[in-house]
């Protein structure tokens, strides 16, 4: 008894046959066809053959797993550089660290589909980050001659700033507060009486 499953009509093969084409063209090697479908390397070949399939030779595979390396590799560019541009990097600062000229990060950024700054946004980002480090170095100025015993009415004069701005200053920068002197307090010259 013959228990082997009967071969498949005509249609069914040219049908297999057209989506054994369109994996094979799409990067798929011969073995790697036989091996997912169970067929013999011969049978794929043939079937390939039957639906007009352009060969490819070894040389033209192993240049097209390349190319695919290399789009997957620029993908993968194209995804940091976004992350670290949209973080505040300027385009010429990333060409300089990735050693592509800023026309080609340009590109690679569209392709990632960043939204580039016009120079007006990149100058004003640029300005808020000065503003920030400049906030910050006077905060650490601030708290430096405090610490060493300057009053906040003499620091605030110095810079320029109100009493409130230099107390705000020195509390964020976690500044130890000098206690404040309490009228009566000990230590404290009192009025003579008239």
């Known amino acids: 008894m013959n228990t082997t499953s009967p ?10 046959a057209l989506e054994l084409r369109t994996r094979y063209d799409t990067g798929a090697t011969v073995d790697e066809l036989a091996q997912s479908t169970g067929l013999s390397h011969g049978t794929i070949v043939n079937r390939l053959h039957a639906a007009g399939t352009a060969m490819r030779t070894p040389h033209e595979t192993r240049q097209l797993r390349a190319d695919e390396d290399h789009v ?34 340009r590109r690679l950024l569209i392709e990632a ?6 120079p007006h946004q990149t100058r004003q980002l640029h300005a808020d980050e000065n503003q920030v480090a400049g906030r910050q170095q006077l905060m650490t100025t601030l708290r430096t001659r405090y610490e060493a015993g300057e009053s906040v009415p003499a620091l605030a ?10 107390y705000r200053l020195l509390h964020k920068a976690g500044t130890a507060m000098r206690p404040q002197h309490q009228p009566g307090a000990p230590g404290r010259r009192t009025a003579r009486p008239p």
């Open 72 to 105: 997957v590799a620029r993908r993968r560019l194209a995804a940091s550089l976004r992350v670290r541009y949209e973080s505040g990097a300027t385009v010429d600062t990333l060409a300089a660290d990735c050693g592509r000229s800023a026309r080609t990060v």
């Open 113 to 118: 589909g960043t939204t580039l700054r016009t």
């Open 157 to 166: 004069t110095d810079c320029g700033c109100s009493l409130s701005t230099v």
């Open 7 to 16: 071969p498949p009509n005509a249609e069914a093969r040219h049908q297999h």
